[in-house]
């Protein structure tokens, strides 16, 4: 399922996002920046896959060229309910290096499975 902005999150928020996988493995590939303006976005679409209570949780970073406080406070926030409900992996696809390295320096490198497909 694909969640599709509307206009007016069109006009505020350079991001889209796309969901694929199952209710109990779904992976969330985000296109585009995560700040202030599109966390929101974000959130809601994780609360969204979130109630389904999945086991593992992935989100697809490989077309973020950039991630903020708010957006690693979203992504955190993701994993406490994970867990709170029994989850087992959140995990990071493919992030690009400037967002890895955010990742890397704040320490949430340890809390997240960073991962990397065959196509890094």
Known sequence: MTREPDA??????????????TAQNPVVVVHGEIDVATS???????????????????IDLHDVSFVDSSGL????????????????????L???DAVRKVFDITGL?????????ERA
């Not at 490198?109 to 497909?117: D, M, N, Q, R, V």
């Open 94 to 96: 493919d992030p690009q």
């Open 73 to 92: 406070g979203v992504m955190v926030g993701a994993l406490k309910r994970l867990r709170e409900a029994g989850g087992e992996r959140f995990a990071i």
């Open 40 to 58: 929101p976005m974000l959130r809601s679409e994780l609360a969204s896959v979130l109630a389904a209570q999945p086991a593992d949780v992935t």
């Open 109 to 117: 490198s340890s809390l997240f499975a960073i991962e990397t497909s």
């Open 8 to 21: 007016t999150e069109l006009a505020l928020a350079p991001i889209t996002l796309e969901r694929n996988g």
